[in-house]
């Protein structure tokens, strides 16, 4: 199938208003925008909806991270959390960029995760026995959160009883996402200092009684005789629990109830669990928690003859290119169709670094889940973030028959 784009020029392109609370990247306003036109205008800047479009403009050395500005433009203007936010790797550009994520780059080794799936596997096991013989459970409080908490502890090399500690802080700092940042800053300042300590005692403990773990890694990473400063080893870890935690949750979440809306996949996840890395590769292209990727223009440029300032916002929409059918001709769920890659973990420099752990922790826990909780039904009030930025479940109360 070929869509021809029936825009002339950007005023006549489609308009979504993403500031609207109601808004979602899922509704019928984007699949009718998408088949008008591989773009759209927004509250915000343009929109892109095509696979094409979004793989070429994600590599597009013309744009930067479009987040790095997300405090100022929300009344929030220096202070711990934008000094922070400015510092992390999601927002470095240039040199910098490439220098820390090159330091970072041996920690996030594929052999050190490899290595963890046995205590993955124990620890969703251990989780779903908690819940398994009552046959309901609330996904998020009960397994999601306490699963992504306690992988990011096993990573950590810290004991996993301190997984609600990190998630409280963690969960405080995620109000800094939200549009209420300025109300909040407080909370949002001494969740920052938490985790803050909490990286500097790792830190301390790892120099004076190394391990083997990924903080210990980092620690001691070294390339060219170049290493990571205090600062950078302890911005780096706050942003890996503040960052992973949530993108596991939530992903998981995510998962579960796409699966629910398509139970013969359910099914056949669990009579193969060798396909939990496509379930899991399957369900972030059509359900994403990161439900769009921001860049910025840093320059003037013609782009498929749409002129794009510098200065404009441009958000990069993952579930549309993910389910266009111009590079996906049947877009149904279905974890044994090959598919081209999604975008759920961004692109180009700013892949995300910690994509092999987030796939690697998932793979593990869906199969596992599936063989377990048979027949999963919602089962109560469920309560969601908005599908547009960073989207999930807040509660996902479900009942399921126990396998024998």
């Known amino acids: 199938m070929t869509m021809q784009s029936t825009v002339q020029s950007p005023d006549q392109a489609p308009f979504l208003d993403v ?117 309901r459970c609330e996904f998020v409080k009960e397994f999601a959160e306490p699963y992504a908490a306690r992988v990011l502890a096993i990573m950590l090399g810290i004991p996993e009883s301190e997984w609600e500690r990190m998630s409280n802080m963690s969960n405080r700092l995620s109000l800094a996402l939200g549009v209420t940042i300025k109300e909040n800053i407080d909370t949002i300042h001494d969740a920052l200092a938490g985790l803050y300590a909490y990286a500097d005692e790792l830190i301390s403990d790892r120099r004076a009684n190394p391990g083997d773990d990924f903080v210990t890694r980092l620690v001691m990473a070294s390339r060219d005789g170049d290493r990571l400063s205090d600062a950078e080893l302890r911005n780096a870890i706050v942003l890996l629990i503040f960052g992973g935690m949530d993108t596991t949750k939530h992903q998981l979440g995510l998962a579960l109830h796409t699966f629910i809306q398509h139970p013969d996949q359910w099914q056949l996840l669990a009579e193969r669990p060798e396909l939990g890395r496509a379930a899991v590769e399957e369900v972030m292209r059509v359900n994403p928690t990161t439900t769009w990727v921001t860049r910025e ?85 469920v309560e969601s973030l908005p599908r547009s930025g960073n989207t999930g479940f807040v509660s996902l109360p479900i009942a399921f028959t126990p396998a024998a």
């Open 19 to 135: 500031a609207d609370p109601a808004f979602s990247v899922s509704s019928e306003a984007v699949m009718e925008a998408r088949r008008r036109s591989w773009y759209a205008r927004t509250s915000y800047g343009l929109a892109i909806l095509r696979y094409k479009e979004v793989s070429a403009l994600l590599k597009d050395r013309r744009l930067t991270q479009g987040s790095a500005k997300w405090p100022e433009r929300n009344g929030v203007h220096g202070g711990p959390f934008a000094e922070w936010w400015s510092k992390t790797l999601l927002n470095l550009e240039g040199e910098d960029h490439h220098r820390i994520r090159r330091l970072l780059n041996p920690a996030f080794s594929p052999r050190l995760i490899a290595g963890l799936t046995d205590r993955f596997q124990a620890l969703a096991n251990e989780l779903v026995d908690a819940f398994h013989d009552r046959g």
């Open 297 to 381: 223009a840093a320059e003037d440029f013609e782009f498929q003859g749409l002129h794009i300032k510098a200065g404009t916002t441009i958000h990069l929409f993952n579930e549309a290119a993910g389910t266009d059918p111009e590079a996906v001709p049947d877009p149904g769920f279905d974890i044994t169709a090959e598919r081209p890659p999604h975008f759920a973990f961004g692109g180009g420099m700013h892949h995300c670094l910690g994509h092999f752990v987030a796939r690697s922790d998932m793979s593990v826990a869906l199969p596992l889940l599936a063989r377990r909780l048979r027949n999963p039904r919602i089962d109560g009030e």
